[in-house]
């Protein structure tokens, strides 16, 4: 809290946006591993009633993989609807969606995705005996200062899911070239099994005293790859991704714009930076109300380039970009399991985003978002 062809890294020295995907603290051994609790009915089960979190010494219901019958080490563990695969390459957990977390379409906000997925990723790292110190650092990284750092962000949502509903998601981690390393999600609709969403990012490593990128050493990668799946598993398939696309700096005058945006204390992390979900909630700021209003985010993609700091005032900056072939993105988001594709070309809206630093200008995220739009409720 992974690709390193992305844009951001033309310019290493600013990808530096530090928060939790990656999960927190140093690896330890496969011995170590807690095994979260699993809640609910097995598959033999005819109990077609609600998930409850029943506080108990033992997980509670039948099936088999990580902690099935085990005891569990501590309360948040028997609480958490999630565990490890059966693998342990991966790791699984339900979520409800809570009343706060939805929007004004009645839906969760594309906020409380980035946030879960953030949440999961954490739990994947806890699950497998990570540490909780916010850096997600192996034993040898600790030891040199270094740490994982945002690259490039990319979440694509099929369908959103509405109050009460429970979504299940998945997620893994993998190397990727020699200065990055990724994590993966896949978003199901509890109830029915329907992948609802998909997420890709990029990471790489940066020594925490020089704030200077490096490569990822065959000790560090030694030291988590015993985790990651040994071939390669993409939740978007990359030939034709538009998760992989270059998004170009956004130049004045923008289209639209939000000046003066102020962190809150709020948004700050534990490591004292801006949270990157912070970072969409500001893109979002400068959209245009009509499209807020006609339509519905189904793509993000956020190239990290600079930290933000807390006394920093952000400007956000969108502007309209033409889609090239939007029948060909519609293909690409059909074949990547959207149940919600965008069924005429002329309903799809992209726009360009850009967050700098007021006064001197200076490079904090560049984003693309695609929209569709909204179908009657």
């Keep these: 809290m992974l690709k390193v062809s992305c844009n951001v890294l033309s310019d290493q020295s600013q990808a530096i946006t530090q928060c939790g995907f990656m999960g927190r603290g140093p690896i330890l051994t496969r011995g170590h591993r807690r ?64 009343c706060y977390e ?26 497998v005996g990570f540490s909780t110190d916010g850096f997600a650092t192996t034993p040898t990284m600790r030891k040199l200062h270094l740490i994982w750092v945002t690259a490039r962000m990319h979440i694509e949502i099929y369908k959103y899911p509405a109050w009460s509903d429970v979504i299940e998601i998945e997620t893994w981690c993998q190397g990727e070239g020699r200065i990055g390393t990724r994590r993966d999600w896949i978003l199901k609709d509890n109830a029915t099994g329907q992948v609802i969403g998909r997420a890709t990012s990029k990471w ?13 050493s065959d000790d560090v990668r030694d030291e988590y790859l015993v985790y990651c799946p040994r071939e390669p598993r993409l939740a978007i398939p990359e030939e034709n991704s538009s998760s992989l ?91 990547n399991g959207s149940i919600a594709a965008t069924e005429n070309n002329e309903d799809l809206r992209q726009f360009l985003h850009l967050l700098r630093v007021s006064g001197d200008g200076l490079e904090i995220n560049r984003g693309r978002t695609e929209w569709r739009k909204k179908h009657a409720r």
């Design 204 to 216: 790489v490593m940066m020594n925490e005293d020089t704030r200077r990128l490096q490569k990822v």
């Design 102 to 127: 939805v929007g004004i379409n009645k839906t969760a906000t594309v906020e409380t995705i980035a946030n879960l997925l953030q949440e999961v990723g954490c739990n994947h790292a806890q699950s």
């Design 35 to 98: 095994n979260a609790v699993v809640l609910g009915s097995g598959s033999g089960s005819s109990y077609k009633g609600p998930i409850m979190a029943v506080v108990s010494d033992r997980v509670i219901g039948s099936g088999s993989g990580p902690g099935s019958g085990s005891v569990s080490g501590t309360l948040a563990d028997r609480l958490r609807l999630g565990s490890l695969t059966e693998d342990g390459l991966s790791y699984k957990e339900r979520f409800i969606v809570r």
């Design 245 to 335: 696309r270059r998004i170009p700096k956004l130049e004045d005058p923008a289209d639209h714009s939000k000046l003066g945006l102020v962190p809150r204390r709020a948004d700050l992390d534990m490591n004292q930076h801006v949270n990157n979900v912070t970072y969409i909630g500001w893109v979002l700021e400068s959209l245009p109300q009509e499209i807020i209003d006609s339509h519905e985010l189904q793509t993000i993609t956020l190239d990290y380039r600079r930290e933000c700091q807390h006394d920093d005032i952000v400007d956000s900056l969108t502007s309209v970009e033409p889609v090239e072939d939007a029948e060909a993105v519609s293909k690409i988001q059909g074949t």
